[in-house]
């Protein structure tokens, strides 16, 4: 009786609910109309928003760096990461299949740069693959924390600083992935274009330099058709 | 001496001699501030013997540059280039190769300091250094620095090295300076920011200040520093730069807790939060308006010098001594000091110019203080001439407590009775006693201090009502909580390297080596160099004492408007570590010596060092600047008198230290200096003190208690020159400091339960952390009913207690208890709730207040069902 009612007002009214409630089925999973920003009006409109996007396609980077009129800059970076994190958790899974401590030992992409794992109090020399777990672990807590993100409709100057040390420690992930499990590399990239939006997303911010974005992504990019950003 | 050119020659070690006599005349122009000039407070960063660093940094700059592929000059790019070259430096910050990450530190040290090889003025260099900051900030170079110290502290192998040597040298802490260097750069560029008004950057200084207030990472900034400072008195470092960690220690509190203008902006906000008038009154101004004492002629000779001169008046000296000693109340041996002192002052009566002395500000002849050696002879003019005070400098003041105390002697007098803490009702007494007590209540003056003290007795009173107060976050409450599990020893390892950097303290008696960071290698070969490494040693030594005595200062000033008890806490610790005679046996040297010292050489400070054509090192080496007073050093004794003042205001028991460590000598010769604020807090010590030094010394001094009337704020109807006052009465001294001491572990309890409990309970294991505050915080919600319970002392006054739960002391036990308490042993004492020694070893804390709950629960239940 109250389900027929219910289904019976949402035939009438249509309410989207745009939830992935436990048991949804892998077909309906986001499955779920989109919405013009401006009609958005939740407290997380911005990740929405993002998400949509990427959605509709992950290859388009221009339109997915493409800001809203009237955002709020720091937001729109914090939001942006945030979503390159979550996904990126997707590369490590499958790095952990391939990438072992005994195997890879050091966080290392070419020979010349090994890195410190800076996610302890004394950086220390971690393994690769816990230098993935540590570094994502390391940003997930800082962009949740309460203290430097408390609300994710304004953010303080001082915390958007630091989302620059976060792209520095990240990106070395994607290039560890590329010069040392390409395999995996190119399978999950060829998904989901992570490292490709992430290369635009630091380097129309300014957060990382330009020479320090070693893996290639023209490579990738020219396997898409369509694409003309190089 | 070959090549050095001296300004104003003076030994170093003798005293001011007369040849220099012109500068004690004429006031000190000197005007204290929070900090120095932040040209020199930069220049101070360096020692001397670095110099040959600076070369390195330009090295490391233009490798960098070749690796990829640019001019080495900095200018010439562009800003996109700038950023991405600071970038790829940072990157270069997380490698694994030490040597690749040093030479990046080194790098972006060097673009800190303002590119000094492409500059050719000290200006440029400041702008450009300005400009690199600012944009190193923005890119996180701050914060990537934070992680390389944190590296570079628990770099085991160089602290091995460095415990190893017989003598640490500047070589050992190549890395760490480096690290400490552009840390402070950036804090102190950022401080001189914040103060223009004009800056563009307010956004990233506020950021800025932001950051180093909240813990980064897992630590606040301040407090490792602090460990740092405590690891190297325990001798388990011995290489850490201490003058560095110190300035940068001290930056980071300023420019996160705020200077003299923030602290005077948040009193008055917190008095009209709580209903207080504002004050209007700035101890800077005021003192600068004032005009410098003459000092008391003999003060600054060795006094022995003067007693020998004058043998007759010695005898006679004697006997009025002796006289006295029978009427004063004091110990002996306070007597002898007595004696000794009333002796060296008596001769000044032999000295011409004796009537000269303390020219009345109210007399105020403006060109007195140049012109004061043409009136040697005469009397002071009285001239009516433009007068900078018309009244006295300060608005008088009366307290709360003295208003009930005149009530309470008038109405004793007048009515025969009292009426304890009653101060509205004059009914009986007399008019002229009545218009008495009105002005006193104009000049009544409420200070925080009051107001949080009696809010803590409140609270202590009915914890379950009151107890629940939010603590309003600002850095001044996140630093003290931050430094309170360890504050005994952060107070106790800045007063050890104080002690080491006074003047008066023999190298090689002290335990710990402050000289680690100006020692070089290799030691001097030419008379010129090692002239040079005194002067710098010197140096060294004064900045260290700037840097301890300004925090210290800063850290009391800023606890005790964030609340009493805090600053209690820190001072008494300050106490018990015997701060008061190391200020004194500080000041227990030729203070004009110190005041007057030329510990610099011009030529050899950053930038001048660097900039432009560097004449030849051996030839013509000018010590000692322009200016006729040392400013860092009259900067730390005022500091320093101030730090005395602040422990000693109000409390009996620490004034008579003052009085046991004989300070009446030592800081009638601080006189000597002619600035108004220093020896405003000179006369205010002498103040304090003057009942206990008897009618002998006033006698003698008279000048000094005329300085005090003129100078010193009036406290009406305060008796501080007599002795009669009640509170000041020897026996009760002990017992004021304990009963301070038991207030402050009180609120410590009730506000900081988790932080203390740790280092208290758990001295060892204070590193343990994590799972211990779960447990402990669990009971947070006990802590308010049982606040102390921590403390075993406090057991007893728990279960005593009356608010516990109207447990009464001397109860009776009920019928049914008596009848029944063979069951109550059977169940409670005996077989039920064995304790559980599992959980006694893992949470103390939580089967303690159980325990003890439980007792009184059954106690009570038997008391009321009977």
Redesign the interface.
Known sequence: MVMEASQQNQQTQQPIVRRNRPGTTTKEFCQWPDENFEEMDSTLVVQQFIQQMIRKDPSNVEKLLNMPDGQDEGVWKYEHLRQFCMELNGLAVKLQTQCFPATCTQMTATEQWIFLCAAHKTPKECPAIDYTRHTLDGAACLLNSNKYFPSRVSIKESSVLKLGSVCRRVYRIFSHAYFHHRRIFNEFEEQTFLCLRFTHFVTKYNLMSKDNLIVPISDAVSEIPGESEA | MDGLTINNFFDSDGGFDSGNGANEFVDLEFNYADSDTHLNEIAELYSYTEHNEFQLNVKAFEDQMEM?KLKPLWQQLDK?QH???I??L??QL????NTMRMKAARTLLYLAQGCWVEVQSDDEQQSLSRYNVMML????VF??FV?LL??E??NAATANVAIRKIAVSLADSVDLRVILSVLYIITEVMRAESERTDSEHL??V???V??IS?PL???LLAVKLLGMITRFCSGSAPHFPMKKVLLLLWKVSLVSLGGTETLKKLKNEYREKEGLPVITEDTLEVSRTMRASSPPPTAGNDDNMAKRSRPFRRVRNIVISESLMKQSSLDEQEQLGMEMEAQNAENEDYIPDYYRQFDDPMNGDKNGMMHNECELNKQPSISAATTQHPTLPWEPKVRQKDIYQFMDISRRKFIGYTLPDNCETTAGLPNPICEGINILKRHLYVSLADIQVKREEEIARNPLTKGEEEVPINPTEVLYQAILPNLPQYMISLLKILLAAAPTSKAKTESINIMADVLPEDMPMTVTQSTKLGIDVNRHKEIIVKAVSAILLLYLKHFKINHVYQFEFMSQHLVFANCIPLVLKFFNQSIMTYVGSKNIIPIMDFPSCVIGEQPELTSDLVIGDSEPYSWRNIFSCINLLRILNKLTKWKNSRIMMLVVFKSAPILKRTLKVRHAMMQLYVLKLLKMQTKYLGRQWRKTNMKIISAIYQKVRHHLNSDWAFGNDLDARPWDFQAEECTLRTCVDRFNNRRYFSQISNAVRFPDQSNVGGNQNLGLNANNCDNSIFNGIENELNINNLLNSENLLEVDDHFELTKEFKNNYEAWLKEEVFCANPIDWNEVLNEPNLVLINEIKNAIRYSTYFMKSG
Request: hydrophobic share 35%; no cysteine; net charge negative.
């Open positions: 990829y996109d950023q991405s070259i970038l790829k940072i990157d997380e490698v694994l190769d900030y923005r890119l996180g914060q990537a992680e944190n590296l502290i628990e956004d990233l506020d950021a800025f932001q950051e909240q990472g897992d630590e």
